[in-house]
Structure formats: structure tokens, C-alpha cells
């Protein structure tokens, strides 16, 4: 089956760093994505790593480990405008390349 | 250039009645998908299309569901007898799948069912 799993809510203050995680377990496995949602928005793309390792862009990066199933999202120089929901998705191999969200994680940004 | 648009962006309708969504991709994008968000919840996947495949209808959550895409164009999602717990938002999105993984999403149709 399938199962992605990240926090519900998370709070991190202005100018800090925070890490969201993702855990999953799916059907064949093609890549894992993350996505940003405002609030009343759609979603808008942030990052896909497929392989292990940390790709590096501005001041989020994301990380993924395959064997581990195991991905994060980690925010640097926290901004009141990362307010919103950060959602983990992965694409399984499996089945045509579908791709299937997590819940989301809303982050609060505090001044 | 046009991103993917979505049709009607609100829609009111009594419980009972039929209601019909439309979503046009990015021009030469394969893979198309429909996704349903209540409110504070994340993503539910609904049906993807990509190509000339069956479409993966593995989402849909009762008959009432259904889902037609024409070639590689417009889409329409179509709830018969609304219930309340139909209200959310409809969110379509579409990607080119062979070469670009990124889902360009829509505006979303909000539907209320009253």
C-alpha cells in the first residue's frame, strides 16, 4: 500500500532554520517531490530529488534517502511569507509514474 | 504562457444535483490529474490520466465520481448527486511526464454543496 507520512503543524520563529520531515512507503519508487501551498492557493513547486542525497536551492534545501525511505525539507533565514503548508509528495514507478501527496505540514512562522 | 485553468473557480449547488468541472492543461502536457482538498487537509488524489493509458481510477471515492479526458486536452470531472461531504476544493494539475516531473497546478473550482 501506500503511506506518506510528515508532521501536521510545526512552529519555527523568524530568521531560524527548520527541518520538516517525510517518511514513505509506496509501490516502486521514482522520485520524491515538495511542494508550498498558501493558504486559499494552489500548490507550487519546490524541489524533486530521485537520488540520495541533498540538492541545495536558495535558501531551502531537500535531502532523500532511498534505502531509509526517508525525505526532508529544511528551510533556512526563516521569512513570515514561509508561512504556509509544505506538502511530500512521491511518484511511484509502479503505477505509471502517479503521484500521491502526504497531508501537508502547515508551518507557522512566529516574529 | 497559459498555465492549466479551471472552470467555474466557485460553484454553489443544492445537495442532490449533478455538477460538472473543467480543467484545461498546459498545451502539450500527457499526464493530467484531479486532486480534492477539504478544507485544512492535504491533497486527495482523485484519477490520473496520462496519455493514451487507461486512466488510474483508483482514487475516485464512489460511483457517484467519474472523469473524462479528450486526447491530451481538456478534462471534465463530473459528481452526480452531490452530498455536503462533496464540498472542497478541486484541484487539477498536469505535467509533460516523459521529461518534466513538476505538476503545474490550477486555480482550483471551490464547491460548495448546500
Known amino acids: 500500500g501506500q503511506n506518506i507520512d510528515q508532521p501536521t503543524e510545526m512552529t519555527a520563529t523568524e530568521g531560524a532554520i527548520v527541518q520538516i520531515n517525510c517518511t514513505y512507503q509506496?509501490?516502486?519508487?521514482?522520485?520524491l517531490f515538495w511542494y508550498q501551498q498558501h493558504a486559499g492557493e494552489a500548490p507550487t513547486f519546490l524541489s524533486y530529488?530521485?537520488?540520495?542525497g541533498l540538492e541545495e536551492k536558495g535558501r531551502f534545501s531537500s535531502f532523500l534517502s532511498r534505502s531509509k525511505g526517508y525525505s526532508y525539507l529544511l528551510l533556512k533565514e526563516l521569512q513570515m511569507k514561509d508561512s504556509a503548508s509544505y506538502l511530500c509528495?512521491?511518484?511511484?514507478?509502479?503505477?505509471?509514474?502517479?503521484?500521491?501527496f502526504g497531508k501537508g505540514t502547515r508551518l507557522h512562522i512566529l516574529p | 504562457g497559459a498555465g492549466v485553468s479551471q472552470s467555474p473557480s466557485n460553484k454553489v449547488t443544492e445537495k442532490g444535483k449533478d455538477v460538472e468541472l473543467r480543467c484545461d492543461p498546459i498545451?502539450?502536457?500527457?499526464?493530467l490529474y484531479w486532486y480534492r482538498q477539504r478544507l485544512g487537509q492535504g491533497l486527495e488524489f482523485l484519477i490520473y490520466?496520462?496519455?493514451?493509458?487507461?486512466?488510474?481510477k483508483s482514487g475516485l471515492p464512489s460511483d457517484r465520481f467519474s472523469a473524462e479526458r479528450t486526447g491530451e486536452s481538456v478534462s471534465t470531472l463530473t459528481i452526480q448527486r452531490t452530498q455536503q461531504e462533496d464540498s472542497a476544493v478541486y484541484l487539477c494539475?498536469?505535467?509533460?511526464?516523459?521529461?518534466?516531473?513538476?505538476?503545474?497546478f490550477g486555480p482550483g473550482t471551490r464547491l460548495t454543496v448546500t
Open positions: 494539475a498536469s505535467s509533460l511526464a516523459e521529461t518534466d516531473y513538476e505538476q503545474y
Open positions: 509506496t509501490s516502486g519508487f521514482n522520485g
Open positions: 530529488n530521485v537520488l540520495d
Open positions: 509528495a512521491v511518484r511511484e514507478e509502479n503505477r505509471d509514474d502517479k503521484i500521491i
Open positions: 498545451s502539450g502536457h500527457t499526464a
Open positions: 490520466f496520462q496519455g493514451n493509458s487507461a486512466p488510474d
